[in-house]
């Protein structure tokens, strides 16, 4: 089974059904989440496996055209920390991110998280 990893939980959405992240398109493997839609992917927060999740949304853009609502319900930030978190995540990697680098918005529907970590869907 495929991973997607966190180190933190960003405004709680692990805690959530549906769930998004947003990942750089990365030159050795651009296609690597374009290819998943539908695939079950174990959701590891700091290396440690607390449950599984399908991808069941894949939207390609870039940098500069991620909209500001999904910058902030991702990470429960003001837009420009939000975007300042996001370009953080890959300066390290030896380049300045760019606005026209492209990355992929993913929304995940969670298929069981361990110790009730779930939000309830109940209204």
């Given at each position: 089974?495929?991973?997607?990893?966190?180190?933190?939980?960003?405004?709680?959405?692990?805690?959530?059904?549906?769930?998004?992240?947003?990942?750089?398109?990365?030159?050795?493997?651009?296609?690597?989440?374009?290819?998943?839609?539908?695939?079950?992917?174990?959701?590891?927060?700091?290396?440690?496996?607390?449950?599984?999740?399908?991808?069941?949304?894949?939207?390609?853009?870039?940098?500069?055209?991620i909209?500001?609502?999904?910058?902030?319900?991702?990470?429960?930030?003001p837009?420009?920390?939000?975007?300042?978190?996001?370009?953080?995540?890959?300066?390290?990697?030896?380049?300045?991110?760019?606005?026209?680098?492209?990355?992929?918005?993913?929304?995940?529907?969670?298929?069981?998280?361990?110790?009730?970590?779930?939000?309830?869907?109940?209204?």
């Amino acid at each position: 089974m495929k991973n997607i990893r966190f180190k933190k939980n960003w405004n709680n959405k692990l805690n959530c059904r549906f769930f998004s992240t947003i990942r750089k398109v990365l030159p050795a493997n651009p296609r690597y989440y374009l290819d998943k839609e539908g695939t079950v992917f174990n959701i590891l927060m700091n290396q440690k496996i607390i449950g599984s999740a399908r991808l069941i949304v894949i939207k390609e853009v870039k940098l500069g055209e991620i909209p500001e609502e999904i910058l902030m319900l991702d990470t429960g930030l003001p837009p420009e920390e939000a975007m300042d978190v996001l370009k953080g995540f890959y300066k390290n990697n030896g380049s300045e991110p760019k606005d026209e680098d492209l990355y992929n918005i993913l929304v995940f529907e969670a298929l069981n998280i361990k110790k009730g970590l779930l939000c309830s869907t109940k209204r």
